[in-house]
Nanobody
């Protein structure tokens, strides 16, 4: 089992920045690829970014590429999502998740956090 707890969400103006963090506990964190997903009201959960277990490989959704940066610290069992140049369409509940292998599909993830709300005002 892997337990994931997100933090760092909040209300920010368009053009601003937020940094989300996800703290992991349980089984060996460093053996999992980690991802961030988001779900806006009335929409399906969508992929945002993922990072390999070493941190050497990342992949982003086209909608956030160049604005968001995913990183991890295996010594601290954390994964972060730095979000810059935020837009109103980034408003959603953001979830971190753990997968046994690198994946951009939510079907590839076994463990999920409870989510943190990000609201971008225009």
């Amino acid at each position: 089992q892997v337990q994931l707890v997100e933090s760092g969400g909040g209300l920010v103006q368009a053009g601003g920045s937020l940094r989300l963090s996800c703290a992991a506990s349980g089984r060996t964190f460093s053996s999992y690829a980690m991802g961030w997903f988001r779900q806006a009201p009335g929409k399906e959960r969508e992929f945002v970014a993922t990072i390999s277990w070493t941190g050497g490989r990342t992949y982003y959704a086209a909608s956030v590429k160049g604005r968001f940066t995913i990183s991890r610290d295996n010594a601290k069992n954390t994964v972060s999502l730095q979000m810059n140049s935020l837009k109103s369409e980034d408003t959603a509940v953001y979830y971190c998740a753990a997968a046994p292998r690198f994946s951009v599909s939510n079907l590839g993830y076994d463990y999920w956090g409870q989510g943190t709300q990000v609201t971008v005002s225009s």
